[in-house]
């Protein structure tokens, strides 16, 4: 077993074995979608390979196979690699359950996430992508350039920051945070090495989950607190 990229490489028999992909591939609309099974019949996405470069995707809420209509439950690490450097817009299917942290970490260009209205546990908050209940930023849009300021009534209700949410937002150059935060992962912005303004304007720190959260390294590194507000977090 081999993956699918990988198929065209190897030889149809190899010592005495059928040589055969381990994921499966699926045709919709020209494009091909390659999906690893997890159990109970719940499909990742592995990688996906597109017809043309277009700028723009929506991923079908289920797919046809052997007859049988699938689904796209979760994005693996990486799986849209083949597009990184073209798309700009995505909309996620009413099916997603799961991405991973580092599901659109090559794609430097992606300006907006979006998710279909009946999924049950995602959202998009101005192409920003969130938890269905609002609270928790998920993944940033790599591809966004300037200042990114939450402390506005759309991000209101953010109160906490995932693992991964601005890794690798390389073009980000300040933030602000909502008054309401309340804690940040660990990983929230590797590799954001353009960061150089952090602003805090709640009167009470958020919780940073482990250290290094920010490049102190940057030049000009900022970061700025309320003059009410005890010291953040280290």
Not at 175 to 196: H, N, R, W
Request: charged letters at 15%; proline letters at 4%.
């Amino acid at each position: 077993y081999v993956p699918y990229r990988s198929l065209s490489a190897y030889p149809a028999v190899w010592s005495e074995k059928t040589v055969v992909s381990f994921d499966i591939a699926v045709s919709h609309n020209r494009d091909t979608y390659v999906l690893s099974d997890s159990g109970n019949g719940r499909y990742l996405l592995v990688d996906f390979i597109p017809s043309n470069s277009n700028t723009s995707m929506t991923l079908p809420n289920s797919l046809s196979y052997n007859g049988s209509n699938i689904a796209i439950y979760g994005i693996k690490s990486e799986a849209f690699i083949g597009v990184s450097g073209a798309m700009k817009n995505i909309t996620l299917p009413s099916s997603l359950a799961l991405i991973d942290e580092a599901a659109f970490i090559e794609c430097g260009v992606l300006e907006n996430i979006y998710v279909n209205a009946d999924n049950r546990y995602f959202t998009s908050v101005n192409g920003v992508l969130y938890s269905k209940d609002g609270k928790m930023l998920v993944k940033y849009p790599t591809g966004r350039t300037g200042k990114f300021d939450m402390s506005v009534s759309a991000y209101g209700s953010t109160i906490g920051i995932g693992g991964g949410a601005f890794a690798n937002a390389q073009k980000l150059t300040e933030i602000v945070f909502p008054s309401g935060l309340k804690v940040i992962d660990s990983e929230a912005f590797t590799d954001c090495t353009k960061l150089q303004t952090v602003k805090f304007t709640g009167n009470t720190p958020p919780v940073l989950m482990g250290s290094g959260i920010f490049d102190v390294s940057i030049t000009n590194f900022q970061i700025i607190i309320p003059n009410t507000s005890s010291s953040v977090v280290n």
